[in-house]
Each structure stands twice: as C-alpha cells, then as structure tokens.
C-alpha cells in the first residue's frame, strides 16, 4: 500500500498485484481530515470561544463577590438599572430563539411559507431585543456608568486614586470650559468686525450673536458649579485626607465623596455617619478660626496703632534732624548764631536726633512686620472660616438632593467618576 498526504484530505491508494497485472485503472478512496462539517466546525468555535469569554466574565464577578460584603454589594436601584427590561430582554431572546428553531423545522418539512413567518417573527424579537438593550444601556450611559479609557469613568473603590481622578476630571472639565470660552470670545470679535449694516440686515448673524450670548450665560454657569464642587467637593477632600486623620476617617471622607458623586445603598450608612462627624468638625474648626480670627484683628490693630506712633515720631525727629542741619550749616558763616550756640552743642544735638530717628524706624520696621504677620495670619482665619462655611453650604445642598452630582449634573455631558463595590468598611 502506497499513502500521499495532501493539506485537506488523506489520499488512501490501494493497489494489488491483479490490478497492476490487468493494467486496470487505480482504485482512489477519499477520506476527510475531520469527521465534521466545515460549517459545524466552526459553530462549535464560536461556542467555545463563547464559553470561555462568559467563564472569564463569571469568574471575575465571583473573585469580585467574595471580596465584598453583603452590605456594600450593590443593589438594582443602586445602579439605576430596571429589573423588568432585563427579565423582558431574556424571554425576547428566549422567544427569538425558539422561533428560529420552527423555522428550520419548517424548512425541513419543505414548508417554505411557514418557515417564512418564523424567520420574520425571528427578525421582530430579535429587532425587539435590540431595542431592549439600547435602552437599558441608554440608563446605564446617562449614570455615567459606561466605561471609556484605559481606567474608565468607574473605580471599585473610593481611594486616593479615585479622589485625584475626580480633582483631575474637574480641573480639566474647568479648562475646557476656559477654552471653549477663548474660542467663542474670538468668533464673537470677528463678528464683531463686521460692518455695522452687514450685522443689521442679516437675519443669520443676528441669530449667530443670540447663540453666542445664550452660550456665554451656559458656560458660565458650567463653569460656576466646575469651580464650586473642585473647592467644596475634590479639595475639600483632599484636604481632609492629607491633613494628619486617622486611616478610618480618610476611608470615610472618600467614600463620603463618591457617594455625593453617585449615591448607592452600600455607601449610604458610612456617608451618614462621616456627615455627623463632619458638621461637628465643622462647627468646632470655625469656632477655634472665628477666635484666631479675632485674635490676628486685635494683633493687627495693636501693630498699626504702634507704626502710627513710630511714623509719627519718625516724622517729628526728622523735622528736628533737618533744623539742626540747617542750624549747624548757618552756623559757619553766622558769628551770632555761633556765639549763641556752640558748634559742638548743635553737632551732639544732631547726633543724639539721628540716634533716637534711628531707633524709631526700628519699632516702625518691627512694627510693620509684626503687622504684616498679623495680617498673614488673619487672611489664614478667613480663608478657613470661608472653607468651613462653603463645605457647610454644600452639605446643606447635598442633604436637600435626592441625588448625586452625576445625576443633578446630567446636562454636563461626561461629569466626573463614578465608584461603586467598595470593600466592607470597618
């Protein structure tokens, strides 16, 4: 027996000695590398890859689970996705698949209009399915749940990393509004070079100047909240974090954030109970500033009472100072004036008046810096003051909402990360 080997099939030749004897023709059998179908071959590929993509996917969800309790594991609600479209999602498909089966009964049946109607009722619900989907998913992008980028919009867990992601969304989301303001302001100026009876008679720029004024008013009430949830929100907490608290009370300031960015069941008791703490933090940091504040004032009063002394002994000194220069110089060519006073007596007048001037702007110059000082830190006391009472608004704000900042803020397209599934906190 002789064997050839070709790249799709095995060529099997047999040859015997009667057949070579009789010169007849060779005897060839055919037989298939595999025992399928190219077709099913392939459909057992897509299952198989199928099947490993949605083990990776519950393997995940499972390393996920165990590493979160039950109390911060998210619920339906909390992710704002409707129950009834997914169970209405699972039996359209189910329905759409038992469809396609009768038709392929029916064509088997050699049925073709029967078939037909179940191919069109396949196409429906498969068509239903799909419009399924793209609302649910159109729910999931308005919460800002969707993921773009390397990292994406979502973290895992409220972390350093999660409170510099949303300092740094909201100082971008800043810069972009500045910019977008810059190019506007330059249209507005090439329209604005226009002639006068051009911008008149024209229905269009008219128009164009009412978008652009509308647009103005938009961005900067975009750009109000911008700056307002950077210094009340992303600052303050990174204030928070960095100011020497406890491990336990950073975990609760950050988680606290993201709960005001996208508020879930899980993170709600530990947000409660950092708002507690927080307000009497609060009242407590602005009643120690309220009294550093009235200290610097006394300070700095005291300060500006002792330079208005020393300016205006400065002033009187060196009003004496330049009479006795004056005196002494007269004193050269004037006998009477020499022989009333000696040369000697007006120069230790003069040297006694530049002393004491001398020790006078002393206590001016320590004064000023004791002032300056004063002033320092009373702007130190205000500017605190004005934190706490700004932070104060803003929780006032945020108890009177119903829900987070990514929902209040849905106009503003892509507004800052969301987190969810944080770990189980002590």
Not at 14 to 34: H, I, M
Not at 368 to 379: I, K, P, R, S
Request: glycine share 6%; with cysteine.
């Amino acid at each position: 027996m002789v064997s050839s080997t070709s790249q799709s099939k095995n060529v099997l030749v047999n040859l015997n000695s009667s057949s070579l004897d009789s010169r007849r023709a060779v005897g060839l059998q055919y037989q298939p590398a595999l025992a399928m179908s190219c077709g099913r071959l392939m459909l057992w590929l897509v299952l198989t890859a199928d099947s490993l993509f949605l083990i990776g996917v519950a393997s995940r969800y499972a390393v996920r689970r165990q590493s979160v309790s039950s109390v911060n594991w998210l619920r339906p609600t909390d992710v704002h996705l409707e129950s009834s479209l997914v169970v209405a999602g699972g039996l359209v498909l189910i329905g759409s698949s038992a469809a396609l089966a009768m038709a392929l009964r029916a064509s088997r049946r050699d049925r073709p209009s029967v078939a037909r109607r179940w191919m069109a009722l396949t196409l429906g619900l498969g068509m239903a399915f799909l419009g399924l989907k793209t609302q649910e998913y159109r729910t999931v992008g308005t919460d800002n749940l969707l993921s773009s980028g390397l990292r994406g919009t979502i973290y895992d867990q409220a972390d350093f990393d999660y409170v510099s992601a949303v300092t740094r969304r909201l100082t971008h989301l800043a810069l972009e509004i500045g910019a977008e303001g810059v190019r506007q302001n330059e249209l507005a100026a090439l329209l604005q070079d226009l002639p006068d009876e051009l911008r008149r008679n024209s229905p269009e720029l008219r128009r164009e100047f009412q978008r652009l004024e509308r647009e103005e008013q938009a961005r900067g009430q975009r750009l109000a909240v911008t700056n307002l949830l950077l210094r009340d929100a992303a600052q303050w907490t990174s204030h928070m974090v960095g100011s020497g608290a406890t491990p336990a009370t950073q975990r609760m300031a950050m988680r606290a954030l993201a709960h005001d960015v996208y508020r879930t069941a899980a993170g709600a008791s530990v947000s409660e109970r950092y708002i507690r703490w927080e307000a009497a933090e609060l009242k407590r940091m602005v009643h120690e500033h309220q009294a550093d504040h009235d200290r610097w004032t006394s300070l700095v009063a005291d300060a500006t009472e002792s330079m208005n002394v020393a300016q205006a002994e400065n002033d009187r000194l060196s009003e004496e100072q330049t009479k006795l220069v004056e005196e002494l110089a007269a004193s050269a060519d004037d006998q009477a004036t020499l022989q009333q006073r000696g040369r000697q007596e007006i120069e230790a007048d003069l040297s006694q008046v530049r002393e004491q001037l001398t020790a006078s702007q002393e206590r001016f110059g320590a004064a000023a810096t004791a002032a300056t000082e004063a002033e320092q830190g009373l702007a130190t006391a205000s500017g605190a003051i004005q934190r706490a009472e700004n932070r104060q608004t803003f929780r006032r704000e945020m108890a009177e909402a119903s829900a987070g900042l990514n929902q209040r803020y849905t106009k503003f397209e892509n507004w800052v990360p969301d987190t969810y599934g944080d770990e189980a906190f002590p």
